[in-house]
């Protein structure tokens, strides 16, 4: 080792003086899991987005064409949530955190919540608006339009979805009650 690279390298604690050879190869699963989760978050709240925007509308062609949309992403969404919660456990294990950590329970917690509101409010919400919007006369919506639309628990899992994100992204960069 060079003089000046002995120099410059003991200016940091060891635990950041890695070279190239030292990588952990492992730190692959932690880029798959954020990856994973920033496919999931983008493909299931772009399309949520325009939904409410065009249910708030009541033109029923924009319903329907929008709801036609997000029905082509809807099967992704649970697949980009559980692969970066399965890469997630991966990355727990092989980084070795422990996987009792309050930050990793809450995540948890959190991660249950929001896959709890996509599968028992969202994904009817979505089918029963889709299939109204089909059946639905393009001058107004029908009664069965309205009555999907005008779902007061998918309006509060709208919004607790938007609270578990924020949630989760300060539970993984704040890590609270200790790292």
């Known amino acids: 080792m060079s003089m000046a690279t002995r120099r ?24 798959l899991h954020v990856l994973s989760m920033f496919s999931a978050v983008g493909a299931s709240y772009g399309p ?8 708030a509308t009541r033109h029923v062609p924009t319903i329907r064409g929008v709801f036609s949309t997000a029905k082509a992403v ?4 649970p697949v980009f949530f559980l692969s ?22 809450i ?22 608006v889709g299939a109204a919007a089909e059946a639905s006369p393009d001058a107004a ?7 999907a639309l005008d779902n007061p628990q998918e309006t509060f ?6 609270a578990v994100v924020i949630g989760l992204i300060f539970d993984m960069i704040i890590k609270p009650f200790g790292f």
């Open 8 to 31: 410059s390298s003991s200016r940091w604690p060891a635990s950041l003086r890695h070279t190239e050879h030292e990588r952990d190869p492992m730190r692959l699963f932690v880029f």
């Open 48 to 55: 949520a987005f325009l939904v409410h925007r065009a249910a």
């Open 84 to 105: 970066g919660f399965a890469f997630a456990l991966l990355a727990i294990f092989t980084e070795g955190f422990n996987p009792f950590r309050p930050w990793l329970l």
């Open 74 to 77: 809807g099967p992704l969404i």
């Open 157 to 162: 899992a709208y919004w607790l979805d938007y």
């Open 141 to 147: 919506p029908s009664p069965e339009l309205n009555q």
């Open 107 to 128: 995540a948890y917690v959190l991660f249950a919540i929001g896959m709890f509101t996509g599968f028992r409010i969202h994904a009817p919400y979505g089918r029963a």
